[in-house]
């Protein structure tokens, strides 16, 4: 339990660090180039399978009731309102938030933390701030990225292996899916972002007890930030549901 | 201390090497999974306490996981989420084009063939898995794996064949129970949340529902999980670099093995319905 209020306690102090002045743009930029470097590749390598298993499975579907032609439809409304969301939760808990943990987690062991407050300079402000929003951005356009590798890969599996006309495929595209689902998608990556920055760096801050605390510190970032985005994408996508209806 | 001399070509060099230790990886990653398998035997028959050890421990969780319930609270827990988002999704875009009544079809044939198996891959993965790279890590970096070797130990049978079988062991109760989550909670947020009749949403899941898709969404699970287990015990094993080399190895397994397994359900779901799609909509 208090590690629960130790995560809020931080959390709050994150983003009331976020509006004072002095912003470590420096480390900012730095970490963004990080996560982005570490989550692209995952990002490529995993959105390609997803989408293609949720088209051939869809696919199979809609050619048994003979509706071959919308499965663009179908293709779409994976992937903008659950794939791309989804990816982009596993990418940014599995890879990014990681990396960030057993970063943060080696500094804490070598005390370096303690080191920058002896020194007057806060954590929350020089390290934790930039990363949570760089991690926040990167999620942010990390879910265009997925989507848009997800309908290609879509269209290519659908035309060119199960031979459904490609434009009908375009056509349906916009058929269940629109303007606001893409938002809701964007804010859903967004989300995840700033959740899980905010739980790797928790759990980086407050390591101990050497390599197997690091080791523990990284595999209890990946479980809980994959079980609060699972929560978020819930909540979002019933809320998201609601509001466009 | 002396200044090596000075290389013809040094950029070219340097790529080169960093491609053939690429290259190399390749290899003793093989090397190592080779061994993993096949002394999977030797495991059983000689570190049998250490893997009953294990089957427990796995099913539990490690360390603060275990105050929320351990693996099976997890994968549970993500299952019964993604069951709920084919309730939300489903039912919403199904009554878009006016035929809500089928969201139990697509609870019985979505849940079974895409979402289950994915989702307790990704948890066996975070939870089994990365917990299997931090201990190995740790175990590595205190030079414990050193020193079961030093005392005649066979390491990788006994660390790591021994993992990958627990893991196969414990996948089973795990996925029945993670599949048994996601059928629930779409029904209960289909009939309850959205007020479908439960007679319509059992009828269309108990039409569509197929028994050999389950049979064959668990052997997915489990081959995932022998892929899983492999990968997050060879980036453990070969950890180094400190603390903070045994954080990277976890994060680099948990990136690798995800990646690893989301393929091996492709492959898998691909052979399976590629030719037959094994879809009797007439009932």
Request: glycine share 10%; with cysteine.
């Given at each position: 339990?208090?590690?629960?209020?130790?995560?809020?306690?931080?959390?709050?102090?994150?983003?009331w660090?976020?509006?004072?002045?002095?912003?470590?743009?420096?480390?900012?930029?730095?970490?963004?180039?990080?996560?982005?470097?570490?989550?692209?590749?995952?990002?490529?390598?995993?959105?390609?399978?997803f989408?293609?298993?949720?088209?051939?499975?869809?696919?199979?579907?809609?050619?048994?009731?003979?509706?071959?032609d919308?499965?663009?439809?179908?293709?779409?409304?994976?992937?903008?309102?659950?794939?791309?969301?989804m990816?982009?939760?596993?990418?940014?808990?599995?890879?990014?938030?990681?990396?960030?943990c057993?970063?943060?987690?080696?500094?804490?062991?070598?005390?370096?933390l303690?080191?920058?407050?002896?020194?007057g300079?806060d954590?929350?402000?020089?390290?934790v701030?930039?990363?949570?929003?760089?991690?926040?951005?990167?999620?942010?356009?990390?879910?265009?990225?997925v989507?848009?590798?997800?309908?290609?890969?879509g269209?290519?599996?659908?035309?060119?292996?199960?031979?459904?006309?490609?434009g009908?495929?375009?056509?349906?595209?916009?058929?269940?899916?629109?303007?606001?689902?893409?938002?809701?998608?964007?804010?859903?990556?967004?989300?995840?972002?700033?959740?899980?920055?905010l739980?790797?760096?928790?759990k980086?801050?407050?390591v101990?007890?050497?390599?197997?605390?690091?080791?523990?510190?990284?595999?209890?970032?990946?479980?809980f930030?994959?079980?609060?985005?699972?929560?978020?994408?819930?909540?979002?996508?019933?809320?998201?549901?609601?509001?466009?209806? | 201390?002396?200044?090596?001399?000075?290389?013809?070509?040094?950029?070219?060099?340097?790529?080169?090497?960093?491609?053939?230790?690429?290259?190399?990886?390749?290899?003793?990653?093989t090397?190592?999974?080779?061994?993993?398998?096949?002394?999977?035997?030797?495991?059983?028959?000689?570190y049998?306490?250490?893997?009953?050890r294990?089957i427990?421990?796995m099913?539990?969780?490690?360390?603060?996981?275990?105050?929320?319930?351990?693996?099976?609270?997890?994968?549970?827990?993500?299952?019964?989420?993604?069951?709920?988002?084919?309730?939300?999704?489903?039912?919403?875009?199904?009554?878009?084009?006016?035929?809500?009544?089928?969201?139990?079809?697509i609870?019985?044939?979505?849940n079974?063939?895409?979402?289950?198996?994915?989702?307790?891959?990704?948890?066996?993965?975070?939870?089994?898995?990365?917990?299997?790279?931090?201990?190995?890590?740790?175990m590595?970096?205190?030079?414990?794996?050193?020193?079961?070797?030093?005392?005649?130990?066979r390491?990788?049978?006994?660390?790591?064949?021994?993992?990958?079988?627990?893991?196969?062991?414990?996948?089973?109760?795990?996925?029945?129970l993670a599949?048994?989550?996601?059928?629930?909670?779409?029904?209960?947020?289909?009939?309850?949340?959205?007020?479908?009749?439960?007679?319509?949403?059992?009828?269309?899941?108990?039409t569509?529902?197929?028994?050999?898709?389950?049979?064959?969404?668990c052997?997915?699970?489990?081959?995932m999980?022998?892929?899983?287990?492999?990968?997050?015990?060879?980036?453990?094993?070969?950890?180094?670099?400190?603390?903070?080399?045994?954080?990277?190895?976890?994060g680099?397994?948990?990136?690798?093995?995800?990646?690893?397994?989301?393929?091996?359900?492709?492959?898998?779901?691909?052979?399976?319905?590629?030719?037959?799609?094994?879809?009797?909509?007439?009932?």
């Amino acid at each position: 339990m208090t590690g629960v209020g130790g995560f809020f306690a931080m959390s709050a102090d994150t983003v009331w660090a976020m509006f004072r002045p002095p912003f470590a743009w420096r480390e900012f930029f730095k970490q963004g180039w990080f996560v982005a470097r570490v989550s692209i590749l995952p990002t490529l390598l995993l959105s390609i399978p997803f989408t293609v298993m949720v088209v051939f499975i869809t696919n199979i579907l809609l050619v048994e009731i003979g509706a071959a032609d919308i499965s663009g439809s179908g293709a779409a409304l994976g992937a903008v309102t659950q794939i791309g969301p989804m990816v982009t939760v596993l990418v940014i808990a599995g890879a990014a938030a990681t990396a960030m943990c057993a970063d943060l987690g080696a500094r804490t062991i070598r005390e370096e933390l303690d080191a920058m407050r002896v020194m007057g300079i806060d954590p929350i402000e020089a390290l934790v701030v930039p990363r949570v929003l760089a991690a926040t951005l990167v999620a942010l356009l990390l879910s265009p990225l997925v989507t848009c590798v997800g309908l290609t890969g879509g269209f290519v599996f659908s035309v060119f292996l199960q031979h459904v006309t490609p434009g009908a495929f375009v056509g349906g595209l916009t058929l269940l899916v629109g303007l606001p689902e893409v938002v809701i998608s964007l804010v859903k990556a967004a989300l995840f972002g700033f959740a899980a920055s905010l739980i790797a760096c928790y759990k980086g801050t407050s390591v101990d007890g050497g390599p197997a605390g690091v080791g523990n510190a990284v595999n209890e970032t990946v479980v809980f930030s994959f079980v609060a985005l699972f929560v978020i994408n819930v909540i979002v996508t019933a809320v998201g549901v609601k509001a466009t209806t | 201390m002396s200044v090596a001399p000075s290389t013809l070509y040094p950029r070219a060099r340097r790529a080169r090497n960093v491609a053939a230790a690429r290259w190399h990886r390749i290899g003793t990653q093989t090397q190592f999974y080779v061994k993993t398998l096949t002394s999977m035997g030797d495991a059983v028959v000689n570190y049998r306490v250490e893997l009953i050890r294990l089957i427990a421990q796995m099913s539990l969780g490690t360390g603060a996981l275990t105050l929320v319930g351990g693996t099976i609270v997890i994968v549970g827990f993500l299952t019964l989420s993604a069951g709920a988002l084919i309730a939300v999704q489903g039912y919403h875009s199904l009554s878009n084009v006016g035929i809500e009544a089928l969201t139990g079809f697509i609870a019985a044939y979505l849940n079974v063939r895409l979402i289950a198996p994915l989702v307790a891959g990704i948890g066996l993965a975070a939870t089994i898995g990365a917990g299997a790279t931090a201990q190995l890590g740790a175990m590595r970096i205190n030079e414990e794996i050193d020193a079961l070797e030093v005392i005649g130990v066979r390491s990788v049978a006994y660390l790591a064949s021994s993992r990958v079988i627990a893991g196969i062991i414990v996948v089973i109760p795990l996925y029945s129970l993670a599949v048994l989550m996601s059928f629930l909670a779409a029904r209960v947020g289909t009939t309850a949340v959205y007020g479908q009749s439960p007679g319509v949403y059992d009828h269309y899941f108990n039409t569509f529902f197929n028994p050999v898709d389950l049979a064959w969404s668990c052997v997915t699970a489990m081959a995932m999980a022998v892929v899983i287990m492999l990968v997050h015990t060879y980036y453990g094993y070969s950890a180094s670099g400190g603390p903070a080399g045994v954080g990277e190895a976890v994060g680099r397994a948990v990136r690798t093995s995800l990646i690893a397994a989301v393929f091996v359900s492709l492959a898998i779901t691909l052979s399976l319905y590629g030719q037959a799609p094994n879809l009797n909509l007439s009932g």
